[in-house]
C-alpha cells in the first residue's frame, strides 16, 4: 500500500540555524500539507499546497517557513531560523481529492 | 468558530465494551469529519469520516454519528479491544483547500 514517507525521523537543532524537513508524499496525490503538533497537543495545521503554489496557510506559518516541491516527488518544509517553540513533530500529509488525507509517520524536530 | 471541542479527554473501557468520543464544531461551513487514531511515535491514521448528508457511518467495529442540527458528531467503538488502545482525533474541513481542524484527542485505554 503506498504512503507518505518522511526523513528525517529525529533533527535535533540548534536555535537560530535553518532546517529543511523532506517528505515523498504518495505519487499520485495532489494536494499537500504540513501539520505539526507540539508534545501531547492536538495536531495543527500549517501550510496547504496545490498546483505548485500556496493555497492556504495558517497564522503559525511566518515568515521563517517556507514550502517547496523542488521535483515531482519531493515535498520540503523549511523553517529559516529555528526558535525553541519550534520544537515539536512534523507531519507531512497528502491527499488526491481533498477527503482522505494520509499522514506520514513524522519528523521530530528538537531545537536546542 | 474554527474550533472543534472534543470529549472526553480520557477514556478508560474493558474489553469487549463501547468507546464514545464525541466532538462538536461551531462552523456550519464545514463539510467532511474524518476522525483520526494515532498510536505514540506514529502518524495520525484515517479511521473513518463522513459527510453531512449522512447521519450514521459504519465500518466494522467503527461507526460515526452525526448530528447536523446539533452541529455534533461521535465516534463509536463496539467490542473494544486492547489494540484499540490509542488517542483518537477528530476533525472538520472547511471547503475548498482541505486543511483539517483537529480536535485536542482522546486518550483511549482498553482494559483487558
Known amino acids: 500500500e503506498p504512503e507518505v514517507t518522511q526523513t528525517p525521523s529525529h533533527q535535533v537543532t540548534q536555535m537560530g540555524q535553518e532546517v529543511i524537513l523532506r517528505c515523498v508524499p504518495i505519487s499520485n496525490h495532489l494536494y499537500f500539507y504540513w501539520y505539526r503538533q507540539i508534545l501531547g497537543q492536538k495536531v495543527e495545521f500549517l501550510v496547504s499546497f496545490y498546483n505548485n503554489e500556496i493555497s492556504e496557510k495558517s497564522e503559525i506559518f511566518d515568515d521563517q517557513f517556507s514550502v517547496e516541491r523542488p521535483d515531482g516527488s519531493n515535498f520540503t518544509l523549511k523553517i529559516r531560523s529555528t526558535k525553541l517553540e519550534d520544537s515539536a513533530m512534523y507531519f507531512c500529509?497528502?491527499?488526491?481529492?481533498?477527503?482522505?488525507?494520509?499522514f506520514g509517520p513524522g519528523t521530530r524536530l528538537t531545537v536546542t | 468558530q474554527q474550533q472543534v471541542k472534543q470529549s472526553p479527554q480520557s477514556l478508560i473501557v474493558q474489553k469487549g465494551g463501547i468507546s464514545i468520543i464525541n466532538c462538536a464544531y461551531e462552523?456550519?461551513?464545514?463539510?467532511?469529519f474524518p476522525w483520526y487514531q494515532q498510536f505514540p511515535g506514529k502518524g495520525p491514521a484515517l479511521l473513518i469520516a463522513i459527510r453531512p448528508d449522512v447521519s450514521e457511518k459504519k465500518e466494522g467495529r467503527f461507526t460515526i454519528s452525526f448530528n447536523k442540527s446539533a452541529k455534533q458528531f461521535s465516534l463509536h467503538i463496539m467490542d473494544s479491544q486492547p489494540g484499540d488502545s490509542a488517542t483518537y482525533f477528530c476533525a472538520s474541513r472547511r471547503g475548498s483547500q482541505g486543511n483539517l481542524i483537529f480536535g485536542k484527542g482522546t486518550k483511549l485505554s482498553v482494559k483487558p
Open positions: 462552523n456550519t461551513a464545514f463539510d467532511y
Open positions: 500529509a497528502s491527499t488526491y481529492s481533498r477527503d482522505e488525507q494520509y
